[in-house]
Nanobody, 121 residues
Framework: QVQLVESGGDLVQPGGSLRLSCVAS????????MGWFRQAPGKERDVVAT????????YYADSVKGRFTISRDNAKNTLYLQMNSLKPEDTAVYYC??????????????WGQGTQVTVSS
């Protein structure tokens, strides 16, 4: 079982940037496709971006395409999400998780505590 800890969320102005990190425990991180998800108040948790186990293929939700970049470092058991040109509608709690399959397979692990991203002037 992979355990996940997200960090990097903050309050940022529209147009700003943030880099989220997700550190995974356990030896199986590099075996899984991984994804970032987000949940805004009163809304369901949605997929934001996903990446194959080897980092060669990525998938993005239309709402973040061209602004966000997902990447991973298997040697550090860490998943990243670089977020540029942030908009108020990006405000949400962001979570990472392993996936059954890429690009949009269901999450397989327990959810971590998430990290809050707030985009506001």
């Amino acid at each position: 079982q992979v355990q996940l800890v997200e960090s990097g969320g903050d309050l940022v102005q529209p147009g700003g940037s943030l880099r989220l990190s997700c550190v995974a425990s356990g030896r199986t991180f590099s075996s899984y496709a991984m994804g970032w998800f987000r949940q805004a108040p009163g809304k369901e948790r949605d997929v934001v971006a996903t990446i194959t186990w080897n980092g060669r293929n990525t998938y993005y939700a239309d709402s973040v395409k061209g602004r966000f970049t997902i990447s991973r470092d298997n040697a550090k058991n860490t998943l990243y999400l670089q977020m540029n040109s942030l908009k108020p509608e990006d405000t949400a709690v962001y979570y990472c998780n392993a996936l059954v399959s890429w690009p949009t397979g269901r999450p397989v692990g327990s959810w971590g505590q998430g990290t809050q991203v707030t985009v506001s002037s």
